[in-house]
């Protein structure tokens, strides 16, 4: 039937919860196109014969197929906006080295498209605030403190602060740190909040 197809890309994207990227359907996207490349030529071929023959009876049936066709690209237009949302919205939160799990579930040019806007954000981001650049991807949300209790979840080693202290992160030990300098570590699983 006519747009089935491109509907339940669509319907995979929903499935999703937020937050999460599915795999690339590639053979979903191929099947689509290939509709629309069939529909297409029995337009053309149509076309040509109701020009030929003057045949107004198949008027209906191009402008069907014309409105199919408007659909498919429309709704392949959407996948791939929609996908390319998720990946930057991804780039803020774990920071620009991705986990492999979602990696694995980019294609190719979304791979290249992701490492492009990681260039041009960190371009951005030495361009503003002086000589040492500005982090926008630290605090998503204003700070209540500057200091932040921490638990480690893995073992990670010793990790500097500014100020040169180092901290031996340890499973299952608590340190009281500066947030920012904590943040990318909660996003990547390795430290998390303690909420007294």
Not at 70 to 94: F, G, Q, T, V
Not at 141 to 162: A, H, M, N, Q, T
Request: include cysteine.
């Amino acid at each position: 039937m006519f747009c089935e197809k491109v509907v339940e890309l669509i319907r995979e994207l929903q499935r999703a919860t937020d937050g999460q990227l599915p795999p690339f359907n590639e053979d979903g996207i191929r099947e689509v196109l290939e509709e629309m490349k069939a529909l297409y030529e029995q337009n053309q071929s149509d076309v040509n014969e109701a020009k030929s023959e003057e045949k107004t009876d198949l008027i209906p049936t191009i402008k069907f197929r014309h409105c199919c066709l408007l659909r498919n690209k429309r709704c392949i237009l959407a996948y791939l906006y929609d996908r390319m949302l998720r990946i930057r919205s991804l780039r803020w939160e774990y920071g620009s080295v991705l986990p492999s799990e979602i990696r694995f579930h980019f294609a190719p040019e979304e791979t290249e498209w992701f490492n492009q806007y990681k260039k041009s954000l960190a371009t951005y981001m030495r361009a503003i605030g002086g000589d040492e650049g500005l982090d926008i991807t630290q605090d998503m949300k204003p700070p209540k403190s500057l200091f932040i209790e921490v638990r480690c979840l893995k073992d990670y080693g010793e990790f500097e602060i500014d100020d040169g202290t180092t901290v031996l992160l340890k499973k299952n030990s608590q340190h009281f740190m500066p947030r920012w300098k904590c943040e990318q570590l909660i996003r990547h699983g390795i430290l998390e909040h303690v909420l007294s």
